[in-house]
């Protein structure tokens, strides 16, 4: 069972680089969310995307962006990294919680990214 | 603005039992959560309470108080491999999940 799969796993980057982190759910769940995992600051949210074909900002958008084009595939791109995005990135999906289920996130493995 | 606080570490012995609280300001609420994370992990989700009272489950039980604005996980005879963080997270009206910072659980021999 694969469940929600990201890559890679870790990644140094130079700063100015560009980077996608990968993310693929076998769930056919409808929502899907990007978060950021930083020391004493718990999970925050990059972006979300409820169904294929739309997404939404969260809490700290700045830098990054995201696509949607089917149900299944989440990327995250940083298209010009700077060293305040080092941080343990966190891909997770849910059944839609506003379609009378609990909104339950399953979380992907995670993806360490450094900038230098 | 919207907020969740629980403590930032507790320590707690093998054996014993530890009550780890979560208050919470939310714009609406559709639910509460509790996620396990084992240092260098994914966190798994514990629980859920969506309406006042204890939901038990095995050695751990969650409870709310809409009211109060207050939950709290309860584990019970701890084991070495409960050391983790415990994250509380709320869903506000908009379906959004507002997190806490996490309460990272120390278990002594």
């Known amino acids: 069972t694969a469940g929600i799969t990201q890559a890679p796993t870790s990644q140094i980057l130079a700063a100015g680089r560009s980077m996608t982190l990968r993310c693929t759910q076998d769930m056919r769940h409808n929502a899907m969310y990007w978060y950021r995992q930083d020391l004493g600051l718990g999970l925050r949210l990059i972006h979300y995307?409820?169904?294929?074909?739309?997404?939404g900002k969260g809490e700290v958008p700045d830098g990054y962006s995201v696509s949607r084009a089917n149900t299944d595939d989440f990327p995250l791109t940083l298209a010009s990294a700077v060293p305040s995005q080092t941080s343990v990135y966190f891909c997770?999906?849910?059944?839609?919680?506003?379609?009378?289920?609990?909104?339950?996130?399953?979380f992907g493995e995670g993806s360490r990214l450094t900038v230098l | 603005g919207q907020n969740i606080d629980q403590p930032t570490e507790m320590t707690a012995t093998e054996g014993a039992i530890v009550q780890i609280n979560c208050t919470y300001q939310?714009?609406?609420?559709?639910?509460l959560f509790w996620y396990q994370q084992h240092a260098g992990e994914a966190p798994t989700f514990l629980s859920y309470n969506v309406l006042d009272g204890l939901e038990e489950k095995g050695r751990f039980s969650s409870f709310l108080s809409r009211s109060k604005g207050y939950s709290y996980l309860l584990l019970k005879e701890l084991q070495m491999k409960d050391s983790a963080s415990y994250l509380c997270a709320v869903m506000d009206s908009n379906y959004q999940l507002i997190w806490g910072a996490g309460t990272k659980l120390i278990i002594k021999p």
């Open positions: 939310t714009s609406g609420f559709n639910g």
């Open positions: 997770a999906s849910s059944d839609s919680p506003d379609r009378g289920n609990t909104g339950e996130l399953f």
């Open positions: 995307s409820n169904t294929a074909g739309t997404t």
